[in-house]
């Protein structure tokens, strides 16, 4: 018998989607303004040339930073559900002063190697100044995700939410500036001016969180670092392999295409994981505490994965379906007409996202239970299927090939990972996700295949009504799983949090 499960549980799920989504929203807009300027102002050149910056300090920071600010989430999650205030306050301070050693750590091994990563990445030391100045970012962002830790692991949604708008709006009013005045030349300081940006309101929110007073001597504090180094070093290790992906990616493309097509691969993906950002986010900043509270309880745990899948699934595929709609659009709008060429790898990008949205969950089971070695073997195992898949795609299909290669990554990662967790967990899709999701992959390929079987117009037209239909299906369905009831207490707890009420205006009137 199968029991179907608690409103509230699928109500805490879409609050924490709703929080996040809603600054996620505002982040994205905020973002269509500052790609905007970016793009016209420094044309796809100028774009790949920031994100290559990005990814040769991205790869240091992620090793020197040695998993410590997502093993911090852990802990601090840990710590905080046992409620022994002494052990949170223990593992707080050991995280802030990890973080900040951290920082010094990787901005003096960027400037130090800085001549090698301009070599390796450009294949000359032109820019190794450059290089150099930007690991002050290491420093800044080492510092700032140790505070976003300690809010996300105390499980302070809101005010995680609150912070990312600041940071992003903070950084954008900045940035873009500084390119406009200074072209490609201020690329560099606009990098250093939203990093600059972020660690303000990190700073802001976490001091808020009231933690008790200790003072640890070195030796304590290398036990508690102890803990968070273990399952930290298997995040790093992961994080590096991600980072060194996308690193491998341009260089694979600036080498093959020239620096315009990574310019056009970088406007690819940064639109194909704009709207999914909010529901994997989402995952990330709720999900991943919760599930960590119930680890070594298997039927729990099992259920909450297929809740969040569930809940993933319905709203995720709406914003799917409406960029596979209008993608030509959105790209001109967000960049401009030299861009629409990132159009046919966007939408490949697109069907490997929604199996993104499947596997996504099932593998904080891995991170929750602290299976560290088991996460590091199957991340390494997928990133180098990868790679393999994107070198073989870029000689078969030129730069189409990268979003192909992100496809069929996504078809073998969701049945390994499947795999692998149902080993230790048990774990299986609920009769509901499997009906549901094979609906919803129909209707995306559907979408994918009609711009090849009919007029440009036509296509526009019927996706365009296959997205609204859809949306609307996903949407009762969503209202179907949280009730009514959990709709009226969040507009009411909204208007509360933003000041808003009928009796405060008749109090003014």
Known sequence: MNERPSEGSYGQILKSTTLVGGSQVIN??????????????????????????????????????????????????????????????????????????????????????????????????????????????????????????????????????????????????????????????????????????????????????????????????????RGLLSLGLAFMASSVMGAAVLYLTRVLVVRKLGMESVGLYQAATTLSTMYIGVILNAMGMDFYPRLTAVANDNVTVNRLVNEQTEVGLLLATPGLLATLAVAPYVIHLFYSAQFVPAYQVLRWQILGIFLRVVAWPIGFVLLAKGKGRVFF?????????????????????????????????????????????????????????????????????????????????????????????????CLREVYALVGPAWFTDFVSKLKDRIGFSVSHFEERG
């Open 28 to 225: 994205i807009l905020i973002g269509i303004v500052r790609t905007k300027f970016m793009a016209v102002l420094l044309g796809p050149a100028g774009v790949g040339l920031m994100g290559m910056y990005q990814a040769a300090t991205g790869i240091v920071g992620t090793v020197t930073g040695l998993g410590i600010s997502s093993s911090g989430v852990r802990q601090i999650a840990e710590a905080a559900g046992s409620g022994d205030e002494t052990r949170i306050a223990r593992t707080i301070y050991t995280l802030r002063r990890i973080s900040l050693l951290l920082g010094v750590f990787g901005m003096l091994v960027t400037m130090t190697l800085s001549p090698y990563l301009s070599r390796v990445t450009f294949g000359t030391e032109e820019h190794a100044w450059a290089i150099a100045v930007l690991g002050v970012t290491l420093f800044l962002g080492s510092v700032s995700g140790g505070q976003a830790a300690l809010v996300q692991g105390m499980r302070r949604i809101a005010d995680l939410a609150s912070m990312s708008v600041l940071g992003a709006l903070l950084g954008t009013v900045l940035s873009v500036p500084i390119i406009y005045f200074w072209g490609e030349s201020g690329i560099v300081p606009s990098l250093l001016a939203v990093s600059a940006m972020i660690i303000l309101p990190s700073w802001w929110y976490a001091r808020k969180v009231k933690v008790r007073k200790v003072s640890l001597c070195l030796a304590d504090m290398i036990g508690e670092a």
């Open 377 to 473: 073997w199957t991340e390494l195992v997928w990133n180098l299927v990868h790679v393999g898949f994107i070198w073989l795609g870029l000689r078969l299909f030129g730069l189409i090939g990268t979003g192909i290669a992100f496809f069929v990554l996504y078809v073998t990662y969701t049945a390994g990972i499947f795999a692998v967790v149902n080993r230790i967990s048990g774990f299986r899709w609920s009769a509901a996700n499997i009906r549901i999701g094979l609906s919803l992959m129909a209707v995306i390929g559907s979408a994918f295949l009609l711009p090849y079987l009919l007029p440009e117009g036509f296509a526009l037209m019927v996706n365009a009504v296959l997205t609204i239909g859809v949306t609307a299906w």
